[in-house]
């Protein structure tokens, strides 16, 4: 039983792991896969040079050889890169695979049911990968802030009389953090004589921006056709700084439903607390008798389940 409880952690650490990256796309990934198509329509007409980087999910060649076949290991490295995180892909896995032994171990010791140990074991698992979800969206919804103050500064310098290129540079020079690594990256590449489209591509596909892919195809098609790229660059600063307005305005009439969603989801694990300080047989009865144990397991599936409604009813795209 005991080790039937383990290989079940694991199981639900692993598969926590691939839900979460996943279904991290949410509703924009079909439009953006449209928009990438259409982005690298004409990239095979054109030669690039590869900008060299540690493709290396491990920095063990024998750990590299098993999970470097896995495709998804690779994606998982490109979201720590997002999340600005220096630790290979395995290293994380590994972690996470060591808490959720942790975790369900600990939590074996205490209950005398086989699931309690896979739900401890998943709790435990999930909160590396709970941590590097949040800092990435954190980095990339701070990159789409500074989005247009970087066209901003990219139309000054085009008007100074200065070169893409040398915009580019100029944007990686200037604006802080995430910003100006992501840019710094973009002119290496374009330094080390790598096209515009596949420099721009490269970059949008790191930090999967829906705004930056609808610039960077205003661009090529600015770069095909003609144009006047200067006010190009200032109309979709403005459109981008208008639309993000009008989100934080959703986002302030929906902040008193989002507090209150939160409040329902902490509640009454900090009733159960309490309760665990000042009485422990009190509590504790749930955790040893059979019945509390069921009871226990349908309060956290139905408390779960609100929680989910409450975030999809207050969670207004723009």
Not at 270 to 293: K, R
Request: with cysteine; aromatic share 8%.
């Amino acid at each position: 039983m005991v080790i039937l409880a383990v290989i079940l952690i694991f199981l639900v650490a692993f598969l926590l792991a691939m839900v979460m990256f996943s279904l991290d796309a949410g509703p924009m990934q079909a439009p953006m896969r449209r928009l990438r198509q259409r982005f690298a329509a004409r990239s095979d007409l054109e030669t690039h040079v590869r900008v060299l980087r540690d493709d290396r999910v491990s920095s063990l060649p024998s750990i590299q050889r098993i999970l470097g076949q896995i495709p998804v290991m690779h994606r998982f490295s490109r979201y720590l890169a997002q999340a600005d995180l220096q630790p290979y892909a395995g290293t994380v896995i590994g972690a996470t695979l060591l808490l959720a032994f942790l975790g369900g171990w600990i939590t074996g010791r205490w209950t005398t049911a086989w699931y309690w140990p896979l739900l401890g074991g998943g709790f435990c698992g999930s909160l590396p990968l709970l941590y590097i979800r949040r800092r990435r969206r954190q980095r990339l919804s701070l990159y789409v802030e500074q989005l247009p103050d970087v066209l901003d500064v990219l139309s000054r310098s085009l008007q100074a009389g200065q070169s893409f290129m040398q915009g580019i540079q100029t944007v990686a020079r200037e604006m802080p953090e995430p910003a100006a690594t992501e840019y710094q990256m973009t002119f290496e590449e374009l330094r080390l004589g790598s096209s515009l489209r596949q420099a721009l591509q490269t970059h949008a596909n790191r930090v999967e921006s829906f705004d930056f892919n609808l610039v960077s195809t205003a661009i090529l098609i600015q770069r095909d056709v003609g144009g006047n790229l200067t006010e190009i660059l200032n109309n979709a600063s403005h459109t981008i700084r208008e639309r993000y307005k009008l989100l934080r305005h959703v986002q302030a009439l929906a902040a008193q439903n989002k507090l209150g969603s939160q409040v329902v989801g902490t509640l009454p694990f900090v009733i159960a607390g309490i309760i665990y300080l000042v009485n422990p047989s009190f509590i504790m009865i749930l955790f040893q008798d059979e019945l509390g144990q069921k009871l226990v397991m349908a309060a956290i599936a139905m408390q779960l389940l609100g929680y989910y409604c409450l975030k999809r009813i207050i969670a207004i795209k723009i």
